[in-house]
């Protein structure tokens, strides 16, 4: 019959620093199923690492180790992760149970990492009837004696039906009536027929088992049976039994398992509450910040478009003359002009502009009383006021009527009032412009300067009277335009454009009118806002950095601490990605708590701003998604380094680590 185990001539030495150890010098083992195996020896003499070795949580440096026939210490680390979750249970000297979780939750842990489907709950909870403690099920570990947990550990390794235990002086941190319960579990499993090989350095002990190996200096010095020898053994060698399970592929994600990681990433977040709030505090400043700076910035911008828009952004102005050249065209005549008709036709693409209006100027001499003021003359239709915000706020506009009888009114500028009326009231007076008698019958609202212009040296009468009465032009200086919306400008530029070569019969090339419009305002205020949204990203990047990098510290502080857990959890059959997951959930669990938080306070802060200081906000979705993906990015590239730390643990050195 098959051996269950098989060393041959096994070597393993540690290496500290410049010294080594030969803890195993050739020891050869046959060891077959059903057997109860007591390893003993003085302390030193190697037993723990000929267990580590066959519970393949460690590999021999030379020599051979086959399990079932198969050789298993060539197998990848993840292939003997899942030898171990399938055929062995372990029971430690310091019982190893995960002291944040309940008695059950512990030893269905397992489980986990098996690769099926289920809770497993009712598995633990027979196997913790089986070792008498199943009304201490929801019990955390520190809530039982040595003892009981001991027992807990028992009903962890046996879980998954593994058909070998290991035991590494399962007894030694216990009282003798306890180490009597425990012996006396693991006697009735051999009975079952489990192979058991324990490691135990007392006689009373040893003597439960069957068979006891003495070890020396890293040898095997005595074999012996006892008790009629391997007479369990036979009945349970025919059990067959498969190193792999059988579709142990499936990933955590597939598994259910990932549920159960978010569950115990979340309790280890909230087991520090502390910690973990203070070690996300960067990020959540971070993203609240630029929550609310955006907010402010998005608030400021659309303040600032409404008041483009009523200054007139989607206005177009049409003229004649070169648009290479500023202002007149100069050369043979080269010069559009415009006349009402053009007005009206442009007016007539309804689609695309609103408003359109005529424009003439010229030179007013405007005289009242003794005073006498050069200045502006402006002939404008009657949607100019509108258009060009020019409706007066002191006074009126003209109305249709006055427009068509050629009325002699007039609405002038600041300057002009300031001037010839000093801080009197002009509204109502008469005045001589250009040596006609015009009523006043507004002041137009203050505009300030455009470049060196004084926009509110003006006087703006009706176009048609300044056509026909006060210039005695016949046709119009320009066209203004106003535009449906700021998207469709270009639009509205090509077809004006087209309009008008059509009417005027020119070609393509021809130079002899421009449409100008207010993109050089809106470049500005975009520009402005580029350079703001750069500022806020800096600042963004800086924060999630800086709370990035806290993130990665407690991280690396957990994986020192958790160091154990981490072997516990690889010695029950955890593979690299499994840890490797474990750990980035837990990074990501928490600079997300920290970006859903931060997000919270952004907005709450941008909405006490916009009540208390009257500032304009706009919180976007677009910046909320944002920085809770930049959250979550943080924590996965933070949380990298330390999760292939804790990946790359060896489960021995993890599992003796202080
Ligand atoms: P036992 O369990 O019989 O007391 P061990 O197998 O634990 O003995 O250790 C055998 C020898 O190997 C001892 O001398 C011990 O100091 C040494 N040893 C065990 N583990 C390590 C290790 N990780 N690094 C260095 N030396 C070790
Ligand atoms: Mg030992």
């Given at each position: 019959m098959r051996p269950l185990i098989e060393l041959q001539d096994v070597h393993r030495t540690y290496r500290i620093g410049e010294s080594t150890v030969h803890a195993l010098r050739g020891v050869s083992l046959t060891v077959r199923q059903g057997e109860f195996i007591a390893i003993m020896g003085a302390s030193g003499s190697g037993k723990s690492s000929m267990l580590q070795i066959l519970g393949l949580l460690d590999n021999p440096d030379s020599g051979e180790y086959r399990i079932a026939g198969q050789s298993v210490n060539t197998l990848s680390d993840d292939e003997q992760a899942g030898v171990r979750n399938n055929v062995a249970g372990f029971v430690f000297q310091q019982f190893h149970l995960l002291r944040r979780m309940s008695v059950v939750d512990n030893v269905r842990l397992?489980?986990?990492?098996?690769?099926?489907?289920g809770d497993f709950r009712r598995e633990a909870e027979a196997r913790l009837a089986l070792v008498g403690l199943e009304h201490r099920m929801h019990h955390t570990p520190n809530q039982l004696s040595g003892g009981e947990q001991q027992r807990v550990a028992i009903a962890r390794a046996l879980v998954r039906d593994p058909i070998m235990i290991f035991a590494d002086e399962p007894t030694g941190n216990l009282d003798t009536k306890n180490s009597a319960e425990i012996m006396n579990i693991l006697k009735g499993l051999h009975e079952e027929g489990k192979t058991i090989i324990m490691v135990t350095h007392e006689t009373d002990i040893a003597a439960y088992a069957e068979r006891v190996i003495t070890m020396r200096d890293g040898v095997i010095v005595s074999d012996e049976k006892r008790k009629g020898g391997d007479r369990k053994g036979t009945a349970a060698a025919e059990a067959p039994f498969a190193l792999?399970?059988?579709?142990?592929?499936?990933?955590?994600?597939?598994?259910?398992?990932?549920?159960?990681f978010m569950a115990q990433a979340f309790q280890s977040i909230l087991a520090n509450k502390i910690?973990?709030?203070?070690?996300?505090?960067?990020?959540?400043?971070?993203?609240?910040?630029?929550?609310a700076m955006m907010a402010l910035g998005e608030g400021a911008r659309l303040a600032m478009q409404e008041q483009l828009r009523s200054m007139g952004s989607n206005l177009l102005s049409v003229r004649g003359g070169s648009a290479k050249i500023r202002g007149a065209a100069q050369g043979a005549g080269a010069v559009a002009r415009f006349t009402m008709r053009d007005v009206e036709a442009i007016a007539a693409l309804r689609s695309l502009v609103k408003n359109a209006t005529g424009v003439v100027s010229g030179n007013g001499q405007v005289v009242y009383e003794n005073n006498n003021w050069s200045t502006n003359l402006e002939g404008a239709g009657y949607e100019y006021g509108l258009m060009r915000s020019a409706v007066p706020t002191v006074g009126r506009w003209f109305t249709r009527e006055e427009l068509q009888t050629r009325a002699k009114v007039a609405i002038i500028g600041v300057?002009?009032?300031?001037?010839?009326?000093?801080?009197?009231?002009?509204?109502?007076?008469?005045?001589?412009?250009?040596?006609?008698?015009?009523?006043?019958?507004?002041?137009a609202p203050a505009k300030g300067f455009s470049g060196p212009r004084d926009e509110d040296d003006v006087v703006i009468v009706p176009l048609t009277t300044a056509m026909y009465r006060v210039?005695?032009?016949?046709?119009?200086?320009?066209i203004f335009v106003e535009v449906s919306s700021p998207e469709r400008i270009e639009q509205a530029k090509t077809a004006i454009d087209g309009l008008i070569r059509k009417r005027h019969r020119l070609q393509e090339d021809d130079d002899t009118f421009n449409i100008r419009d207010m993109t050089e305002i809106q470049q500005m205020l975009s520009s402005t806002?580029?350079?703001?949204?750069?500022?806020?990203?800096?600042i963004a990047a800086i924060s999630l950095l800086v709370g990035g990098i806290g993130i990665m510290n407690i991280m690396l502080v957990s994986v020192t601490e958790r160091t154990r857990e981490i072997g516990l959890r690889k010695a029950i059959g955890a593979r690299?990605?499994?840890i490797m997951l474990q750990f980035l959930v837990e990074a990501v669990g928490m600079t997300l708590s920290g970006g859903i938080i931060g997000v919270a306070t952004g907005v709450g802060v941008s909405l006490l701003l916009s009540f208390f200081a009257g500032w304009a906000v706009k919180t976007s979705l677009y910046s909320i998604i944002l920085a809770t993906l930049f959250s979550v990015m943080t924590g996965l590239f933070f949380g990298l380094w330390p999760a292939r730390k804790a990946a790359e643990l060896k489960p021995v050195e993890a599992l003796r680590y202080e």
């Open positions: 397992p489980h986990i990492y098996g690769g099926l489907k792999h399970a059988g579709e142990k592929k499936g990933s955590l994600w597939k598994s259910g398992g990932f549920g159960g910690r973990s709030l203070l070690s996300v505090l960067g990020i959540l400043v971070g993203v609240a910040s630029v929550i300057t002009v009032a300031r001037e010839l009326f000093g801080s009197a009231n002009p509204v109502g007076r008469t005045v001589k412009i250009n040596r006609i008698n015009f009523k006043i019958i507004g002041i210039i005695g032009k016949e046709y119009l200086s320009g806002t580029e350079t703001m949204s750069m500022l806020l990203g800096s690299k990605s499994d």
